[in-house]
């Protein structure tokens, strides 16, 4: 399976560290072999190899700042921009992980839709390009006859979307609520163990769980986009974003949080979609609720649903190797349903 990816930053590079270390056990196991036949980012420029790039020399190149740094090899092309490749690029599956866009989610979407009507399958873990561009793309998707995955997207690589949208297939899924950031999760975390606020974000700066602009994650946006995503992908709604109720966390204090520990609750970035309505807020729990003792970067989700009740899901809301195996996952999806 060739892939390309559109994006080089902390899941780009979790993604290929992973499909390294991965290499013999995916061929031995699933019989599936991923090559990296291009990466493209906005600035830090762009290698395109048919045959397949070397990841750990992508790695060692992205580190020292530029993808120019990467040994230069016959049949090997440099500078092609992201639509370039999507349309003319040689590969199976576009991988989209460049940094989402919160205002108009370009120009992922104009790439992805390139990238399908070229014939690829695109899997992302870009929330703006879902946020804006689901329905268009999706359509596009089922009239090119190819795979749109996003599992990334929602909760890392913890199965969230597809606990939703297959598992649960059957069962009528009338809300799902959790806590769908890790960022603020582990600010507000860390701030409950006496941090500061500036020093818990740039801990989880440096960790790799924030977006590229972090007022997206503590203003409480990102989630925002995350509720949208599960609103498109569990009940057909896109809802709009612009007209979402949003609050995040950048407001509370030292002294928010140490008055809820007092009372025995904590504070968490509560994410609540049902039908009807979406809408993300910051809420003091009791302690013994489930969702209250969700700490770190860790995020939880719980589908409501008439056959079988609640079901929570558990597991790493951000990361490099754990967005990285969303991406993965998909990328199973598609070798089990084409053999590719
Ligand atoms: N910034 C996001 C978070 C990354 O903190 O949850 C994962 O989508």
Known sequence: MKVGLIGFGVVGQGFAALI???????SHRYGLEVQIAAVATRSR????????LNPESLLTAIKSGSLDTYPDQAGLRRGLSPLALASEGNFDVLIEVSPSNLKDGQPAISVIEAALHAGKHVVLANKGALVYGYESLSKTAVAAG?????????????????????SLAGCA????????????????????DGLSYADALAEAQRLGYAETDPTAD???????????????????????FDQMQVKGISQLTAQD???AAAAGERWKLIARVTPEAAAVEPMRLPITHPLANVSGATNAI???????????????????????????????????????
């Open 257 to 259: 949080i140490a008055s």
């Open 146 to 166: 190819k795979r749109l995955l996003f599992e990334a997207s929602v909760m890392a690589g913890t199965p969230s979307l597809r606990l939703g949208m297959q």
């Open 20 to 26: 390294s270390q991965k290499a013999a056990d995916l």
């Open 302 to 340: 719980t589908y409501t649903t008439d056959l079988m009740g609640d079901i929570t899901l558990v597991g790493a809301g951000a990361g490099a190797v754990q967005t990285g195996f969303g991406l993965l996952s998909d990328l199973m999806e598609i070798h089990r349903e084409t053999g590719i």
């Open 218 to 240: 503590v203003e409480g946006w990102d989630a925002a986009a995350k509720a949208v995503i599960l609103g498109a992908a569990l009940f057909g709604r896109q809802f709009a």
């Open 45 to 52: 420029g762009s290698l395109y190899m048919p045959d397949g």
């Open 173 to 192: 899924i009338s809300e799902a609520r959790g806590i769908v950031n890790g960022t603020t999760n582990f600010i507000l975390t860390q701030m409950g």
